[in-house]
């Protein structure tokens, strides 16, 4: 028999008993539409993660001082990193763009009759374009601010929302724990993370920050720009090399601080978000499975039904591969229109849930081919068992059912 003929049987027999053909696909099609969505869900906030902590700039090396094993203690408690450092750094490594030692601190802000808490970054004048920082109005402060330690800052666009609202603050006196300070610039909104706000802080320079307000004389960090990502590995070396010299760190000793590299971090965070997305293709793809025990349970029913019609095939002539053909093309035809309805619901889902819930959802295309060919996958597997028992009948005792 024709496999076309075998088809159409098949079809005639799943139009036969709509309402369970469509019972029995809806596991398939719920099944589906869950793992695509799902997995759009997963790739959304992966994209959305990623493209945050870009934000933050990119091609960066952090040197943090103390040992990478004690991370955990406050930074401006270790005194290992020095401005001088941050010079030698920017003299002496070739392959970099900018340079920028940071110190930090929460201070309290007032301004006429407001006050708010925030926190004061002292840096060079990289740390704008290192931090993807971009000035809104006025202008960052230039080298010789920092040099001479001028009491001038640069506003971060919450700070701006919270003391100055719809007043242009650029001129005015900011006073930071009671001593004044004049903005000169503020920052475009970069947009708050869920447990950071990059908008609310205020920039200084870095000298005018150890000397006037914090009273310190060493670093708490110190970013490097890379010029290229394929540098980074090279450029960390270099530094590791300069700053175990400049500390007289020899031999096997350990170093009094830890490098990282941008690249880092960031397949961390990818892998993190990699993780999450299987995690949730892994608990849709558990409705797949029930679908496909569904298709099996319906198959075994069908193939009851109509033993006396397989008894009827058999004794004229139909063979046993033919049998098992129709059974099976009747389990993958079920799953087939599960999955091309599931994908179509998948797709109106992850679209409502970026509308409705303002979360970004990205459809691949391989995650409607891996949903709609596991799904297939489903059918097959699932409906070769009661395909096998039709098609192992005995026709004498098959014509003998009732």
Not at 8 to 16: D, N
Not at 60 to 88: E, Y
Not at 117 to 125: A, I, L, P
Not at 297 to 317: D, F, P, Y
């Amino acid at each position: 028999m024709l496999l076309w003929d075998l088809f159409k049987m098949a079809l005639r027999s799943l139009i036969a008993n709509k309402l369970r053909t469509f019972l029995t696909t809806l596991g398939i099609i719920i099944g589906v539409a869950s793992v695509i969505s799902m997995i759009s869900i997963g790739e959304g906030a992966k994209q959305q993660t990623l493209s945050t902590i870009s934000k933050f700039g990119t091609n960066l090396i952090s040197i943090q001082p103390g040992r990478k094993k004690t991370r955990h203690v406050r930074s401006d408690r270790v005194v290992t990193l020095t401005l001088a450092d941050a010079k030698a750094i920017e003299s002496q490594v070739p392959l970099i763009t900018g340079v920028a030692a940071q110190v930090y601190r929460p201070a309290q802000l007032k301004y006429s009759n407001k006050n708010t808490n925030t926190t004061v970054r002292g840096t060079g004048k990289d740390y704008a374009r290192l931090a993807n920082f971009v000035v809104d109005r006025g202008r960052y402060f230039s080298a010789e601010e920092i040099r001479t330690s001028r009491q001038v800052v640069v506003l971060g666009a919450t700070v701006v929302k919270n003391l100055f609202e719809n007043e242009n603050p650029i001129g005015k006196d900011l006073k930071v724990d009671g001593k004044n300070y004049l903005i000169i610039g503020m920052m475009e909104a970069k947009g708050a993370l869920s447990w950071f706000d990059p908008d609310d802080q205020i920039f200084i320079p870095v000298t005018t920050a150890q000397k006037r307000l914090f009273g310190m004389d060493h670093v708490q960090s110190i970013d490097v720009q890379a010029a290229s990502i394929e540098d980074l590995e090279i450029i960390k070396e270099d530094i590791e090399s300069l700053l175990r010299l400049r500390h007289n760190i020899r031999g096997e000793e350990e170093s009094d601080f830890h490098v990282q590299n941008s690249s880092q971090w960031l397949n961390s965070w990818g892998d993190a978000a990699k993780t999450f997305t299987y995690l949730l293709g892994g608990i849709a793809g558990i409705s797949l499975m029930v679908g496909g025990i569904g298709i099996m349970n319906i198959m075994l029913v069908s193939v009851t039904e109509r033993t006396r019609e397989i008894g009827i095939r058999k004794a004229i002539g139909a063979k046993k591969r033919e049998i098992m053909e129709q059974f099976l093309i009747e389990s993958v035809l079920m799953s087939f229109l599960g999955g091309g309805i599931g994908i179509a619901l998948g797709l109106i889902i992850s679209k409502a849930v970026s509308k409705v819930g303002g979360w970004d959802t990205i459809v691949s295309p391989e995650s409607i081919l891996l949903a709609f060919g596991f799904s297939v996958g489903v059918g097959v597997f699932f409906g070769y068992y009661p395909a096998n028992k039709a098609a192992n009948l005995n026709p004498i005792d098959a014509l003998r059912y009732e």
